[in-house]
């Protein structure tokens, strides 16, 4: 412990220095149980490094973490959450009913998830499990923590310390019919819940792929999911993947999702975000290969306190891609929305096409939105346009639903919906959408 | 239709209202009886499109004077959403686009929103998509379009002839249609006058607001009255409106600044 300082920003001081450093005593033990000691080892040294994050960081101009600094994160020790099949049963999707995959507090849990028959070469299950397979092992080793970006101090967190992760890897020229539900459940205990969630997806040339990542709090106490999903999409692979967050009101929740595409790849993300205290999604996405394409679209709703932050980024590396993205946010109350999007174009990444609009929808005097659409492009053979804008509820079109008979605050919420569900409708599983509607006309 | 015997429906006396402190209406007197079919003329800035807007109850403007009877109540205590459900339908010049709204969806809302208002139950979505489909050949419009958000990328006409499905659907006591015309091609023109003739009945009555002479050769008129400076300053026939088309405004004004001299 270093030395405390009596006035008040000398021990926030040194409790930055110390906050990161201090979760790290209680992670791994040694050796790890996974084998994974080289990788725990350069994580753990590259946290030791960092300061807890203070808004004089660029990267968190916009989101103060300092309220995380009066609590004492510890890994959950329950092996068996006691949590039935039952208490998940309104959150599985039907779609899915055979094909998900649950951690409670980022393990493995078999008994809440349902992985039915797979054909040959297709591996989905738990990191921990497959590990012990040792012709898996080096073909796993391969992918996992290797994404770029990986060394960012809260990705570096996760590495040093999760317990479990689940795979997914579809072999070449394969597809599943059906989606993937990744159900990660947070269950805080009595003490303040630190969980280390973590998913690695494998898509082999020309696979498809079409993947429910949902984040779920169960519970009320003091939670601190630190995520991590990498995404390896090879030549021509196509994978749609439905982040859903929707954690519990104490919990701050900072994920990583890193998507690495090869050529002729599809990757179609979107992301929907209702939940926690405190939201940090970092969403980046690197095309490594010609003729790629991207979509990062993107719902978050903040009401009450909350906050709401996306930070993406879309990295062209050769010509002929493309990247769409629409990211919507509905900020109520005294919530706080921040959106930064950067996307950059090198000179070698001729013939690109990107679209960036940000759109955000204020339905309070107190509400905040912090926005900063960039785009850096040194290519001069390039389609490129960004936006932001930030707009109230507009009187007219609440004018026009009332002349049909609407009343006033019906109209709102018609209108609040309609633009949620310009989102929502780009999710490719119904049974999610449905939920999603449902949700929306509560808002 | 003209029957000097049957209700009166809409009742404007001595109307006044001003947008940001500039008076626009400055006396409207209109009476308006079950059956008929009303037209009002006039220049850009005579305040038609205003008085549309007052009687729908658009916040923006503020009545300073005068009284607007619909079917015995008095419209202007009554929020716009219940003048709506009591039977008064405005049909916009510039349609509104609600992006992420099923016009399926919206049309159910509304109509239930009147049903609501009658204390009748709602409908539910089958029994609303048969009567749906029953009502979009009023403005021969295709199913799909249900499935579109409400009038997002819609043509021109498309939207009007979404106002006048919306029209058919309310079926309301009085229904006056803003600048129907303007925009619309000659066939959608013909669509959307068939769809208002066929709408039209002995027990409602309707306001149509127009530029031009042009919608009057397919809905003919019992009455036509020509606006300016926020007043009426002439009421006759369907052939007035001929003579404006054929003449122009200049001599009404002429006439009206006479009167009033």
Redesign the interface.
Same mark, same amino acid.
């Given at each position: 412990m270093s030395m405390q300082v009596s006035n008040g920003s000398g021990t926030q001081l040194s409790r930055r220095d110390a906050y990161l450093r201090s979760h790290l005593t209680n992670l791994t033990p040694s050796p790890d149980p996974l084998g994974l000691d080289d990788l725990r080892h350069t994580a753990q040294a590259l946290v030791k490094e960092q300061t807890f994050p203070s808004t004089k960081d660029e990267e968190w101009r916009f989101t103060d973490l300092s309220a995380m600094l009066d609590l004492d994160f510890h890994l959950s020790l329950d092996q068996q959450p006691a949590l039935s099949p039952l208490d998940v049963a309104d959150v599985v999707l039907p779609e899915a009913a055979q094909s998900r995959i649950t951690l409670v507090n980022g393990r493995y849990v078999a008994g809440l998830s349902a992985l039915g028959d797979l054909p040959k070469g297709f591996i989905i299950g738990s990191l921990a499990n497959l590990l012990q397979d040792p012709q898996l092992r080096p073909r796993l080793s391969q992918y996992l923590a290797q994404s770029q970006g990986s060394n960012e101090t809260f990705a570096a967190l996760n590495t040093a310390g999760f317990q479990d992760a689940a795979v997914i890897w579809i072999p070449k020229d394969e597809r599943i019919e059906f989606p993937i539900h990744l159900l990660n459940l947070a269950l805080p205990g009595s003490a303040p819940t630190l969980a280390l969630p973590r998913c690695l997806v494998i898509a082999e040339a020309h696979s498809q792929l079409t993947l429910v990542e949902e984040f779920r709090g169960i519970g009320q106490g003091d939670y601190f999911t630190n995520a991590v999903t990498e995404l390896y999409l090879a030549d021509g692979a196509q994978v749609r993947h439905t982040r859903l967050q929707r954690e519990g009101p104490a919990t701050f929740h900072i994920g990583r999702t890193a998507v690495a595409q090869a050529q002729n790849s599809e990757y179609a993300g979107c992301a929907i975000a209702f939940g926690a205290r405190l939201a940090r999604h970092n969403w980046h996405i690197h095309q490594n290969g010609p003729q790629t394409q991207t979509q990062v679209h993107g719902l978050a709703v903040a009401q009450g306190t909350q906050v709401a932050d996306l930070h993406s980024s879309v990295h062209f590396t050769q010509p002929h891609g493309s990247a769409d993205q629409l990211h919507k946010c509905i900020v109520d109350d005294r919530a706080h929305s921040v959106f930064n999007g950067k996307i950059f174009v090198p000179r070698q990444a001729q013939q690109t096409n990107a679209n960036q609009l940000n759109r955000n929808l204020l339905l309070s005097d107190r509400a905040k939105v912090d926005t900063k659409p960039q785009l850096e492009i040194i290519a001069d053979n390039v389609k490129c346009a960004h936006g932001a804008t930030v707009s109230q509820l =507009?009187?007219?079109?609440i004018?026009?639903? =009332?002349?049909?008979?609407?009343? =006033?605050s =019906?109209?709102q919420r018609?209108?609040i919906?309609?633009?949620?569900?310009?989102i929502v409708?780009k999710i490719p599983v119904e049974s999610v959408r449905q939920r999603l509607s449902e949700r929306l006309k509560q808002v | 239709m003209i029957n000097p015997g049957s209700e009166v429906i809409l009742s404007v006396e001595d109307l006044r209202a001003e947008v940001d402190g500039i008076e626009i209406l400055k006396g409207i007197n209109l009476e308006v009886k079950a059956g008929e079919i009303h037209a009002i003329m006039g220049l850009n800035g005579s305040g038609k499109s205003t008085l549309s807007k007052v009687l729908?109850?658009? &916040?923006?403007y503020t009545v300073t004077g005068g009284k607007a009877v619909f079917k015995g109540q008095d419209l202007l205590a009554l929020?716009?959403?219940e003048?709506?459900?009591a039977g008064v339908? !405005?049909a916009?010049q510039y349609? !509104?686009e609600? &992006?992420? #709204?099923s016009n399926r969806d919206?049309l159910r #809302?509304?109509y239930n929103?009147?049903r609501k208002?009658k204390g009748e139950d709602e409908i539910d979505v089958f029994d609303f998509d048969d009567l749906l489909e029953e009502r979009l050949d009023v403005v021969k419009m295709d199913f799909s379009f249900l499935d579109r958000? #409400?009038n997002e990328g819609f043509s021109g006409g498309e939207k009007k002839r979404n106002e006048i499905l919306?029209m058919a659907l !309310?079926k309301p006591g009085l229904a006056i249609l803003d600048e129907t015309d303007s925009g619309l091609d000659i066939d959608a023109l013909k669509t959307v006058a068939a769809g208002v003739n066929q709408l039209a009945s002995p027990d409602n009555c309707m306001v149509l607001i127009t530029h031009y002479q042009r919608l009057l050769g397919y809905i003919v008129p019992d009455f036509v009255h020509v606006m300016a400076d926020g007043r009426i300053i002439r009421t006759g026939q369907k052939e007035l409106a001929e003579q404006l088309e054929a003449k122009g405004y200049d001599w009404v004004l002429a006439e009206a600044a006479e009167v009033s001299a």
């Open positions: =507009q009187p007219d079109e004018f026009y639903l =009332q002349s049909r008979g609407i009343d =006033q =019906q109209a018609l209108l919906y309609g633009f949620a569900m310009e409708e | 729908a109850g658009h &916040p923006d929020e716009p959403h003048r709506a459900t339908f !405005l916009f349609p !509104l609600i &992006p992420g #709204v919206f #809302v509304a929103a009147q208002a958000s #409400v919306q !309310l």
